[in-house]
């Protein structure tokens, strides 16, 4: 699979539209009407990519250029320079779609203010390391503080108007209870949803695509009886493809942190609110590989250091999409297998569900 970054972005588009389409008519929704998947999809992505035409030059003309790792994949420094922090346009608009076409639902509200929270701990990190020319932003405490402090600001909010959310809905109508420990397991998810795909960011068109493909999938699980969470989780899919008609191979803009950790967040929010905690461990599933890898890597290291405090590697580089590159996979074939797998992955939610 080594397809152009054009061609995979089109079959990703096709894809979705059609999953949309048919999910909306077996569902018995109309699909052009604001209370479906596809029309909130295809509004926010329209505008996301209208917007992108004026934001992305904007950016450009800010300076606001990506500063690649030295110590990443050499192929990689040539895009040293590219605008990033396009998660700045992108995500605003399509909160802003989901919000108005949801009118206002209180829950929508509230994923979205989450959302835009941890937009904002992403905007801060990325305008840190334009600022100081440099791939280091606020410190890592800083940034696992903030993510903690919005967490558990909404996780409070969730225990006030959901005090008998305290257990996980499981396959087969089976029930987890977890009593107080839930609170502590929701904060969790929240902080490492929103890392996981932060992590997967590492590509042109992979985190946008694999965010894409897994909010749609969940937003079609729950809106049956969550339709306006449904809507939300539908328009920011959108805004992912609208985004990516700048960010498919060659990328012309970059989400950084700001789009990556609000992704995330907004995943876990829309989860936890519906406790589809379990359908969204298998829609993140590729997330979920990307961090394990960073973490056996790290692991690894550490265990097998010699005398002279070197270890070896498990990987050639980790997140994982690294590991496969450096092995000799393209981006473009590195993305189209993660836009499949992701795509197996939505469709393996609706079978256990």
Not at 99 to 104: D, I, P
Not at 219 to 248: K, W
Not at 274 to 291: D, P, V
Not at 294 to 309: E, L, M, P, R, S
């Amino acid at each position: 699979m080594n397809f152009s970054g054009t061609r995979l972005f089109l079959l990703l588009a096709i894809g979705v539209t059609i999953a949309s389409i048919g999910l909306d008519h077996f569902s018995g929704r109309v699909w052009s009407q604001s209370a479906s998947l596809t029309f909130p999809l295809w509004m926010s992505g329209l505008a996301t990519a209208g917007v992108g035409y004026w934001a992305v030059p904007f950016l450009r003309a800010l300076k606001a250029g990506q500063i690649i790792r030295e110590d990443g994949p050499q192929s990689h420094l040539k895009k040293a320079g590219t605008p990033t922090m396009g998660g700045a346009f992108f995500v605003p608009v399509a909160v802003a779609i989901a919000l108005y076409l949801s009118n206002f639902d209180a829950n929508v509200i509230a994923v979205s203010a989450l959302t835009l929270s941890y937009a904002g701990i992403g905007f801060i990190d990325d305008w840190q390391i334009i600022r100081r020319k440099s791939n280091k932003g606020i410190s890592p405490k800083t940034k696992m503080g903030l993510q903690i402090s919005f967490a558990v600001a909404f996780c409070l909010w969730l225990m006030v108007t959901n005090s008998s959310l305290t257990t996980i809905d499981l396959p087969f109508g089976l029930m987890l209870p977890l009593g107080a420990v839930f609170w502590v397991l929701a904060c969790f998810v929240l902080v490492a949803e929103s890392n996981a795909t932060n992590l997967t960011d590492g590509m042109d068109g992979l985190a946008g695509g694999t965010v894409a493909i897994a909010l749609l999938g969940l937003g079609a699980l729950i809106f049956p009886e969550h339709p306006d969470l449904g809507i939300f989780c539908s328009a920011l899919s959108g805004g992912c493809l609208g985004f990516l008609v700048h960010n498919r191979n060659p990328a012309k803009v970059f989400m950084g942190d700001t789009g990556s950790l609000a992704l995330g967040g907004a995943l876990a929010a829309v989860g936890l609110l519906t406790n589809s905690l379990f359908a969204l461990l298998i829609l993140s599933g590729l997330f979920f590989l990307e961090t394990l890898s960073v973490i056996a890597q790290v692991t690894y290291y550490k265990a097998t250091k010699d005398a002279n405090g070197v270890g070896k590697r498990l990987f050639r580089m980790s997140p994982f999409h690294n590991h496969l590159e450096l092995t000799g996979w393209t981006e473009t074939q590195v993305v189209g297998w993660f836009y499949a797998i992701a795509a197996l992955l939505a469709s393996f939610s609706f079978v256990i569900h």
